[in-house]
């Protein structure tokens, strides 16, 4: 396949939308490879970029795909299922998940194992996953790889969110002891991923609930949302002693909150545009360990709800998130 051929791919436009357009292949380095892609997984973020003017003019959009390998690079061959994320139309304006073909650095890749789907590997393999994996080690916590001895408290503020959903699964993994908020109709669905309590996150007492449930000894957290006074709410439920949580939105800390508790902002993209190269390493590792975790049945994706098999559908799914009507789920497409 020559790079000067024409894809289809969903773009951002001008009036801060997005529509179908035909566009070069992305360009390939030496450590690239090209994929046809097969699914797609939407994101919060996939809407916030073309909507809110974050992107140029016809540049690609989209983050979660999986798809089949046509350029090889690395340990990958040609026909290989493979998974992963890019920050579309951002690192390279030609290259998105919305699109017939995209390109990845092998390390940012994994093998999607035969018993999964081309939707599930998108899940998983995506920004939802590996925010999780990347949060938690910036929190100071073990590795997948080598668990706690002993479990540690961590809050996981709305476990019902995509980033919630892996946090969950990757407690139980580390042997952290997770007390997680979500809507109660999600509480038996984490508890079977490995919540130790649920909360509901309406409740006014929650966060005193939390500590009073915890003994007041959770050091470490995760706010998933971010934003609306979740932050404020989570550092509540923290010890006396205080700890560190993990924000997935910039965040001012407010004259109210805890003065013990460290505010950290986190954002995924760092680890796989340069500015942190230890980052990169973390999700190169995660990746040669993932197909493991979801054969051992360790590690299994978000409910999945089917939205389409074209990229002339993707502004529907784009705006049905943006208008906050997904809950729970994450929004498919499967080409």
């Known amino acids: 396949m020559s790079a000067s051929e024409k894809q289809r791919a969903v773009v951002a436009t001008a009036d801060k939308s997005v ?9 390939l380095r030496d450590d690239d490879v090209l994929l046809q892609v097969k699914a797609v997984t939407l994101n919060p973020t996939d809407w916030k970029h073309p909507y809110g003017g974050g992107l140029a003019e016809g540049a690609s959009v989209g983050s979660d795909f999986a798809g089949v390998v046509v350029k090889p690079a690395g340990q990958f061959k040609a026909g290989d299922r ?9 690192i390279d304006k030609d290259n998105g998940a919305f699109a017939e073909y995209a390109k990845s650095p092998s390390a940012l890749l994994w093998k999607v194992p035969d018993s999964t789907s081309f939707e599930e590997a998108a899940a998983m393999g995506g920004i939802g996953s590996h925010t999780a994996v990347y949060a938690l080690e910036k929190l100071g916590l073990p590795r997948w790889d080598k668990p706690a001895k002993e479990p540690i408290p961590i809050l996981i503020f709305s476990g019902a969110t995509s980033v919630g959903h892996y946090a969950v699964q990757l407690a139980k993994i ?23 309590e649920c909360f509901d996150y309406k409740d006014a007492d929650v966060a005193e609930k939390i500590k009073k449930a915890s003994g007041g000894s ?32 910039p965040y001012e800390k407010q004259a109210s909150d805890p003065e013990q508790v460290k505010f950290m902002p986190i954002l995924i993209y ?8 230890e980052g990169y390493k973390l999700l190169e590792a995660f990746n040669k360990d993932l197909p493991g975790l979801i054969e051992q049945k360790k590690f299994r994706s978000n409910p999945i709800k089917k939205m389409g098999t074209s990229l002339d559908q993707i502004k529907e799914g784009l705006d049905y998130l943006r208008d906050g009507k ?10």
């Open 218 to 249: 959770i050091k470490y957290g995760l706010d998933t949302i971010s934003e609306k006074g979740s932050a404020s709410t989570a550092s509540e439920a923290f010890s006396d002693e205080g700890g560190k949580l993990a924000l997935l939105l």
């Open 19 to 27: 529509r179908v357009s035909e566009k070069p292949l992305p360009t």
């Open 326 to 335: 997904a809950s729970g789920e994450k929004l498919a497409y499967t080409f």
């Open 270 to 277: 760092n680890a796989i545009d340069g500015n942190d190269q």
């Open 82 to 90: 493979v998974a992963g994320f890019t920050r579309g139309g951002k």
């Open 174 to 196: 580390l042997n952290l002891k997770a007390y997680v908020t979500a809507s109660p109709k999600w509480h038996n669905e984490l508890k079977a991923l490995g919540a130790h």
